[in-house]
T-cell receptor
Framework: GQQVMQIPQYQHVQEGEDFTTYCNSS?????IQWYKQRPGGHPVFLIQ?????EVKKQKRLTFQFGEAKKNSSLHITATQTTDVGTYFC?????????FGGGTRLMVKP | SAVISQKPSRDICQRGTSLTIQCQVD?????MFWYRQQPGQSLTLIAT?????????ESGFVIDKFPISRPNLTFSTLTVSNMSPEDSSIYLC????????????FGEGSWLTVV
């Protein structure tokens, strides 16, 4: 089936540093969604991107959808300890999600 | 939005037994789904729970192992049958709420450990 690849698997950053996770697909995506899962928690919807080249911001989080709609990124500016968790991208097809492998973010205070 | 309650939240199960997980939503929803998250891994869709008909299973998942019920628009159950240690996972119920963005909400998950 259509897979969504995500890198890196893990990222350690010092508090205040920036963080980026990347999501790639071999086929064109109709949309990409991003989720955050805190340690011990469940995934929480962050955002959906649908347009080629789309950029959306939520406070310190910036989400991008590539021009070819085959890749996406999530960038966090000046990380805080509250940003700790695993960030997943996911393709939504008929409300059924195909998740990337996730990037686990660890922030050192 | 949707509030989803899952039971049990956590359990330790004996090999060879079966366990039923319940998912209750605070509003009527058309689509309900069950996902599995193995330790340290991403989420994988098990099946779509259809109200009034059999669930639709994804490749690699079968009804005999993961029977699902959906008696109404607010409730579903997933049974993990004849468990083995490989079934130790978090099982998550999710629903789709229609809107300008079809937002997916997840329950808090049921953490199963099979010993």
């Amino acid at each position: 089936g259509q897979q969504v690849m995500q890198i890196p698997q893990y990222q350690h950053v010092q508090e205040g540093e920036d963080f980026t996770t990347y999501c790639n697909s071999s086929t064109t995506l109709s949309n990409i969604q991003w989720y955050k899962q805190r340690p011990g928690g469940h995934p929480v919807f962050l955002i959906q991107l649908v347009k080629s080249g789309e950029v959306k911001k939520q406070k310190r989080l910036t989400f991008q959808f590539g021009e070819a709609k085959k890749n996406s990124s999530l960038h966090i500016t000046a990380t805080q300890t509250t940003d700790v968790g695993t960030y997943f991208c996911a393709r939504n097809a008929g409300n059924m999600l195909t998740f990337g492998g996730g990037t686990r973010l660890m922030v050192k205070p | 939005s949707a509030v989803i309650s899952q039971k049990p939240s956590r359990d330790i199960c004996q090999r060879g037994t079966s366990l039923t997980i319940q998912c209750q939503v605070d509003s009527q929803v058309t689509m309900m789904f069950w996902y599995r998250q193995q330790p340290g891994q991403s989420l994988t869709l098990i099946a779509t729970a259809n109200q009034g008909s059999e669930a639709t299973y994804e490749s690699g998942f079968v009804i005999d192992k993961f029977p699902i019920s959906r008696p109404n628009l607010t409730f579903s159950t997933l049974t993990v049958s004849n468990m083995s240690p490989e079934d130790s996972s978090i099982y998550l119920c999710s629903v789709a709420v229609q809107g300008s963005v079809n937002t997916i909400y997840f329950g808090e998950g049921s953490w199963l450990t099979v010993v």
